[in-house]
């Protein structure tokens, strides 16, 4: 039939997860089209049918990219039970879509943050094999020695596992307290914690580049959609 698409599709496209997750949902029992469990996957609708995940009717959207760079003191979360400044009070009025952001920054961090209804974007940006490249601009309470920073790319094991940066330099003229870094690893808190372990205390971090995005003409605090071109190179990230 016309206009027909797999069901983990429309459900990936309706915002709420990856295709992959999706398998998992129809799989498990939550989904239900016209009103009937669907646990078949490869199982495909039409525009009439009615499909609902948690007692909530979904809809395919429209594809939502919104840069934001974030600012110190906001939190990376839809949602917060004690009334904090989250992310998403920034971006409200960036479109009608639900929109998500792809992994987080703490609290303090600053810099940019993706947010999308693009589940399968989500998935592979903020995958564990092949997360999307980050650098950050770290500012420390002291110098940082030369052997330190080699520890930073040779690696460190932290309470969660061994990590280690990708790329670890000094800024130019800053005395070494401020050093640039890339690295692909999501995980919490990392580039703090690594410093930490190696004894300083990081007093600024701020992402200045994202999958290859980058702050330029994007104020601390606004947001921007992006381009075509920008949205057809993350599709390309595997």
Known sequence: MEGQVRLNRYLAQSGICSRREADTLIAAGLVTVNGTVVTELGTKIGPGDKVTYGGERLRMEKKRYVLLNKPKDHITTTDDPHDRHTVMNLVRNACTERIYPVGRLDRMTTGLLLLTNDGDLAKRLTHPSHGARK????????????????????????EDGFAQVDEASFVEGSRRKEVGL?????????????FEILGYNVVKLDRVVFAGLTKKDLPRGRWRHLTEKEVTLLQRVR
């Open 135 to 158: 650098m950050y601009h770290a500012t420390l309470d002291k110098a940082v020695t030369a052997a330190d920073l080699q520890r930073l790319t040779d690696g460190i094991d932290l």
């Open 182 to 194: 890339v690295l692909h690893s999501g995980r919490n808190r990392i580039v703090r914690r690594l």
